[in-house]
């Protein structure tokens, strides 16, 4: 008892009890945190994982539909014959396009099928399928559906499901703006499992990560054996968020996320990740066992310094103790020689002290002054990026009419020559000259001829379609530049914008004409100046032949 009652046993216990509360407590910390991390960064991966699917699945879904949209406005639709041989193969080669295209084929206004991949359904009547109807009126996206009427005359791609298609359609309307026809597609349901594939990783699949997707209904669209298998539960996080879900046979890490297409037709489809909770956080598990041993170790280690430190601390208290039983039994040659240890201790205390506040002093200066740095640099850094795309518009732009300028339409003819090389697909180059320009600079001056530049230029930009590119290539030259566009295409384009500039009226020039010349690119073009050159080579034939016309390619 007298021993623990001594100087050094208390500093023993004190040093101990500090230790102890200080090693438990930060374990507990460190686990708590590192959890919730491992947990939060469990729960990140996952929707990233389904945020990157939904996002493929939308872009899939508007993709398919701006492709049958086009194709609804395709000239051999709007204007030609809907049973030729051309639309036909159109339609054929648009479904080799891509591998998921089951049909393709359109049908008159009363629901007969006109045109048909492989010939199916040809003749047959689909006036009473959603696709139909829906597409008379708007571009129209369908839900997920079992095949009805191709059941019989397609392979079945999977023998453990029924063919699932989801439907495309849009209006294809005349010249007048009557309906011809909806022109429709058939897309195998198969797509999704690729989608869902490709994003989900090997890493992620043997963690038991799982992609589902929930119809606007609430029922289960994929996988398919889920179908009337999987009950939903009824506390799904909200969209965007997770969280740990009872499933009906155990617990899961769960995301809930929105399909979005932006498309008049909104599908109403969710994407549901889930990872079983035992896989999920198993390093969390894994984490919490180290840190386990790691505080034994800890608080073992700790107990070892408490005891050094006590002994340390208590040493001199002990000396001066053992000096002055000496003076109480008479001692007269003790000399006093502990205290200057504990001296030397307080000034390193109080040296170290001072030297911490003044380096804390610097290091506070030294980083205001790298954060201002910082400040400067990245300011610094935004105006030359604002400047750079300044530039960089600029030298797009012709500075006259606002348009572009030769130098974005060489970019452009580069950029479409490379699409064609690659697709099989033409483009055609217009080439435009307003006629007796150098009579209009020496009669009315040459800010009227600037005037009427800048007037030409605004009409032939509001007048072509928005995939078109429009160009000022020089002096009184104009270039168009029209994708997916044959020659016949382009005349038809060409004649309105000659009419259109000629009715236009000029208001101190009078009337002012262009002639334009046509050219198609071909399978043989060397580069991108061939179009270009024709189109050069047309457009004089033009001016020889009287201006104010169209001239196609010779």
């Known amino acids: 008892m007298k021993q623990f009652n001594s100087f050094h046993a208390r500093l023993v216990l004190l040093f101990g009890i500090l230790f102890l509360a200080v090693s438990v407590g930060l374990t507990a910390y460190l686990d708590r945190l590192a959890s919730a991390t491992l947990a939060k960064a469990a729960g990140d991966a996952l929707y990233s994982t389904g945020n990157s699917a939904a996002i493929l699945i939308s872009r899939t879904l508007v993709e398919r539909e701006r492709e049958i949209r086009l194709l609804s406005k395709s000239h051999l639709l709007t204007l030609g014959d809907l049973q030729g041989a051309e639309v036909q193969r159109l339609l054929n080669d648009i479904r080799q396009s891509y591998p998921f295209y089951a049909w393709i084929g359109l049908a008159a206004p009363d629901g007969t099928v006109l045109q048909a991949t492989d010939g199916m359904l040809l003749k047959q009547n689909v006036a009473q399928r959603p696709w139909f109807s829906g597409g008379l009126e708007r571009s129209f996206v369908g839900d997920v559906h079992e095949a009805v009427l191709l059941a019989r005359l397609l ?67 994929h996988p398919y054996e889920y179908i009337g298998q999987l009950a939903v539960p009824a506390d799904l996080p909200p969209a965007g968020q997770v969280a740990l879900v009872d499933w009906a046979d155990k617990q899961y890490l769960t995301s809930r996320i929105r399909i979005s297409t932006r498309l008049g037709d909104d599908l109403g489809w ?84 001072s030297m911490m506040i003044k380096m804390a002093a610097k290091r506070q200066a030294l980083l205001q002054a790298n954060i201002t740095l910082e ?156 179009a270009v050159r024709k189109a050069d080579a047309a457009m004089y034939e033009a001016k020889r032949a009287g201006r104010n016309r169209v001239m196609p390619q010779g």
């Open 155 to 221: 392979p079945q791609q999977n023998s453990n499901e029924p063919l699932r298609f989801i439907d495309f359609a849009a209006p294809v309307h005349g010249a007048d703006n009557s309906i011809r026809g909806v022109v429709a597609t058939h897309v195998h349901w198969s797509w999704v499992h690729d989608v869902l594939s490709s994003v989900l990783t090997a890493d992620a699949a043997n963690s038991g990560v799982e992609l589902l997707i929930l119809g606007s209904a609430g029922h289960w669209l």
């Open 375 to 530: 400040q400067q640099v990245a300011t610094r850094t935004a105006d030359l990026e604002r400047a750079n795309a300044r530039l960089q518009q600029l030298s797009h732009k012709d500075a006259l009419t606002g348009i572009y300028n030769r130098r974005a339409a060489d970019e452009r003819l580069k950029a479409e020559f490379a699409t064609a090389k690659r697709s099989s697909h033409s483009y055609a180059v217009l080439l435009m000259d307003i006629d007796h320009f150098k009579q209009i600079n020496d009669q009315f001056g040459h800010e009227t001829g600037d005037q009427v530049i800048q007037q030409v230029a605004k009409l032939l930009d509001n007048a072509i379609r928005d995939s078109d590119f429009v160009a000022r290539y020089g002096g009184e030259e104009f270039i168009a530049v029209l994708p997916a566009t044959d020659l016949h295409g382009a005349v038809i384009i060409a004649n309105k914008l000659c009419r259109d500039i000629a009715s236009l009226d000029f208001a101190t020039a009078g009337r002012v004409t262009i002639s334009i010349g046509v050219a198609p690119s071909a399978a043989d073009d060397t580069d991108a100046d061939t």
């Open 270 to 353: 969710q994407l549901i990740l889930r990872q079983p909770a035992e896989q999920a956080l198993a390093p969390v598990a894994k984490l919490n066992r180290q840190l386990m041993w790691y505080g034994a170790m800890t608080l073992l280690l700790a107990m070892i310094l408490a005891y050094r430190l006590a002994s340390h601390f208590s040493r001199p208290v002990e000396q001066l103790a053992s000096l002055a039983q000496k003076v109480a039994q008479g001692g007269e040659n003790v000399v006093f020689n502990v205290s200057s240890k504990l001296t030397e201790i307080r000034y390193l205390s109080s040296a170290l002290s």
